[in-house]
C-alpha cells in the first residue's frame, strides 16, 4: 500500500498537488463517483456494491477480484484527480455506494432486533451490520443510543452533576498521565493543577463519560459539556446574541463561503470567534452554524451543502450585514473582547469549582 501511494505522491507532487486529508470536498466526491462509474464500465461489472462489496457476492467473487487486479483498479480509483492515501479514498467509496447507509430511521422491531443482536454477538458490529443489512457505523451508533433509558429534554441538577464530576476525573486523569514524574499530582488541589485549553474538549472518553452519567447518551454528554464550558470559558458572555451573535453569524457564512468545503478540518473556533470572544469548543461553533441553517434556510434538509452555503451567502448574509449596522449604529460603542487574548492554560479550579453556578448549566 506504501508503495502504491508513493506512486501517486510523486505524480501528484509533479503537478503541483498537496497530499490532502480531513472530509472530502465535493468536487473529491464527484471524481471518485465517476472513477467507479468508468471501472464499472470498463470492466462491465454491473453495481458499485459488487465492486467495493465483492464479499456479499460469493459467486462472483472470483471473476470480480480477477477484473479489478486486471485492469488496475487501486490505480483507477486513486490516482485521478484525488491526491489522498489510497486506503481513505477506498473507505469513502464504500461510505458513498454503501446501500447500507441510506436506510432510513429505525422502527421499533429494529431496534429490539439490534439489542437482541448484541447480546448473541457482543460489540461485533460487522456481523450485526450484516444480519440487519446497516452499515457497521450505523448499528454501532443506534446501540449507543438505545442500550439504556435515555432523557431528553433539559438536564436535571443531578445529571450536570454527574457529567462535571465524570470530565473532571477524566481530565485529572489526563494531567496526571502527563505529570507522571511530579510529586503526588493526584494529591494537588485542582487550583495547583493546569490544563491546556485544547485538553478540556478534545479527545475525551465520551462512552465512560456516558456510562458515568447514566441517563444521557454519549452525543447528549458531549453537546452539554461544551455548552457548559463555553459559558466557563468565557465567563458567561452572550456570544450569540445581540451584535455579537450578528457578528459571529456573518463570520461563519462568510468562512464557510470562502471554503466551503473545507473549513471543517480548521479550527473553527479560532478562525470564527477569535475576533469576538476567545475560548469556545470547535463542536460548539459547529452547533450553531447547525441552528443557522435550520433558521435561515427553507427546505435545507432537501438541499446539498453547497447550496445551503450559497442560500446563506446570497439570501441571508445582506439581511444580517444590514442588521448589525443598525446596531452598531445605536450603540457606537466597541465590544472590549474583541481585543481579548485566548487564553491558553486553566486552573481546574477556573473550571470546575464554582460557588455561583447560574442557571445556563441547567439548561
Not at 464530576?165 to 494531567?175: G, T, W
Not at 494537588?188 to 475525551?204: G, K, N, T, V
Not at 460603542?333 to 470546575?352: E, G, K, W
Request: aromatic share 12%.
Amino acid at each position: 500500500m506504501a508503495g502504491r501511494d508513493l506512486m501517486r505522491f510523486k505524480e501528484f507532487k509533479k503537478q503541483g498537488m498537496a497530499v490532502r486529508f480531513g472530509r472530502f470536498t465535493q468536487k473529491e466526491n464527484k471524481q471518485i463517483r465517476k472513477n467507479v462509474e468508468e471501472f464499472l464500465a470498463l470492466t462491465g461489472i454491473d453495481s458499485a456494491e459488487k465492486l467495493l462489496f465483492t464479499s456479499r457476492y460469493p459467486n462472483d467473487k472470483d471473476t470480480i477480484h480477477r477484473l479489478k487486479t486486471e485492469h488496475h483498479f487501486y490505480l483507477h480509483l486513486g490516482f485521478m484527480g484525488i491526491p489522498r492515501p489510497w486506503r481513505l479514498i477506498y473507505y469513502r467509496a464504500r461510505k458513498i455506494f454503501d446501500p447500507n447507509n441510506y436506510k432510513g430511521r429505525y422502527t421499533k422491531e429494529e431496534k429490539e432486533q439490534l439489542k437482541k443482536y448484541q447480546a448473541l454477538h457482543g460489540n461485533d458490529w460487522k456481523k450485526i451490520s450484516e444480519l440487519m443489512s446497516r452499515s457497521n457505523l450505523s448499528v454501532a451508533m443506534k446501540f449507543s443510543e438505545i442500550k439504556s433509558a435515555i432523557n431528553y429534554g433539559p438536564w436535571t441538577e443531578e445529571e450536570t452533576q454527574k457529567l462535571m464530576s465524570a470530565v473532571k476525573d477524566v481530565l485529572r486523569r489526563k494531567v496526571t498521565v502527563e505529570n507522571a514524574n511530579s510529586l503526588s499530582s493526584l494529591e494537588q488541589p485542582d487550583s495547583e493543577l493546569w490544563i491546556e485549553r485544547e485538553q478540556l474538549h478534545q479527545a475525551l472518553p465520551w462512552t465512560e463519560i456516558e456510562a458515568r452519567v447514566g441517563s444521557r447518551y454519549w452525543r447528549q454528554c458531549k453537546q452539554k459539556w461544551n455548552s457548559v464550558l463555553t459559558s466557563k470559558l468565557t465567563r458567561g458572555q452572550q456570544l450569540f446574541r445581540g451584535t455579537n451573535g450578528l457578528r459571529t453569524k456573518i463570520t461563519l457564512i462568510k468562512r464557510y463561503s470562502a471554503e466551503p468545503w473545507d473549513v471543517f478540518y480548521l479550527p473553527l473556533f479560532e478562525l470564527c470567534l477569535s475576533k469576538l470572544a476567545g475560548d469556545v469548543p470547535r463542536d460548539y461553533v459547529q452547533s450553531k452554524f447547525y441552528r443557522l441553517k435550520v433558521s435561515f434556510v427553507p427546505l435545507w434538509k432537501r438541499r446539498t451543502f453547497s447550496e445551503i452555503i450559497d442560500y446563506l451567502y446570497e439570501k441571508t448574509l445582506p439581511d444580517l450585514e444590514e442588521k448589525l449596522r443598525e446596531e452598531e449604529g445605536k450603540q457606537r460603542s466597541v465590544d472590549s473582547s474583541a481585543a481579548r487574548q485566548q487564553q491558553q492554560a486553566f486552573r481546574l479550579s477556573d473550571i470546575f469549582d464554582s460557588s455561583d453556578e447560574n442557571d445556563e448549566l441547567m439548561n
